[in-house]
């Protein structure tokens, strides 16, 4: 089987989904549609990233409300999280900056919050020099779900098995 990625809106997802043109696509949320197939395939949870020093550095956990006010840095491409972001702190000031090399070199060189994702963590690893603190609101928790074609579910059982023993809800 071969796999390819798409970044796409939701609609064009489902509208491709629909005409055949994706056989699997996954989303942030889960539909109620009886003609679609869907299992939870994963999560993502946002961290604050900050400098050792910093007055959150050593709490287990801070939410959004807490660091209101503050300005962060932040990659312009992040997604879903801007909207997020934003709307949890609507005092806060969002210094972006393109292209990941830049921002690290950023993040390295400054004192300003920034954020993390356990996903990016994984694939970029961590900083030395900062402590990543989870935040504990829900709305830092993103959950994603796959779907295909009703008729097609038979054909990825087997993959939808092994999303369920990994990612049950």
């Known amino acids: 089987m071969t796999l390819a990625t798409e970044l796409?809106?939701?609609?064009?997802?489902?509208?491709?989904?629909d005409r055949g043109i994706y056989q699997m696509i996954v989303l942030n949320r889960r539909l109620?549609?009886?003609?679609?197939?869907?299992?939870?395939?994963?999560?993502?949870?946002?961290?604050f990233s900050v400098p050792p020093e910093h007055r959150?550095?050593?709490?287990?956990?801070?939410s959004f409300r807490d660091m209101d006010g503050e300005?962060?840095?932040m990659?312009?491409?992040?997604?879903?999280?801007?909207?997020?972001?934003?709307?949890?702190?609507?005092?806060?000031?969002?210094?972006?900056?393109?292209?990941?090399?830049?921002?690290?070199?950023l993040i390295r060189a400054s004192s300003l919050p920034s954020f993390a994702t356990d996903v990016t963590l994984r694939l970029y690893g961590r900083n030395s020099g900062r402590v990543y603190v989870p935040i504990?609101?829900?709305a830092a928790v993103e959950r994603f779900y796959c779907y295909c074609k009703g008729?097609?579910?038979a054909r990825f059982r087997a993959w939808f098995r092994a999303l369920e023993r990994k990612y049950a809800d």
């Open 151 to 153: 008729e097609s579910e």
């Open 136 to 138: 504990s609101d829900d």
């Open 32 to 47: 109620e549609d009886d003609g679609l197939a869907c299992r939870p395939c994963g999560s993502e949870r946002l961290h």
């Open 56 to 62: 959150i550095a050593g709490m287990e956990a801070c």
């Open 75 to 105: 990659a312009s491409e992040v997604g879903y999280w801007e909207r997020i972001v934003r709307e949890a702190m609507p005092g806060a000031r969002f210094l972006r900056q393109e292209g990941m090399e830049a921002l690290q070199a």
């Open 71 to 73: 300005s962060f840095l």
């Open 8 to 17: 796409r809106t939701e609609e064009a997802l489902l509208q491709g989904l």
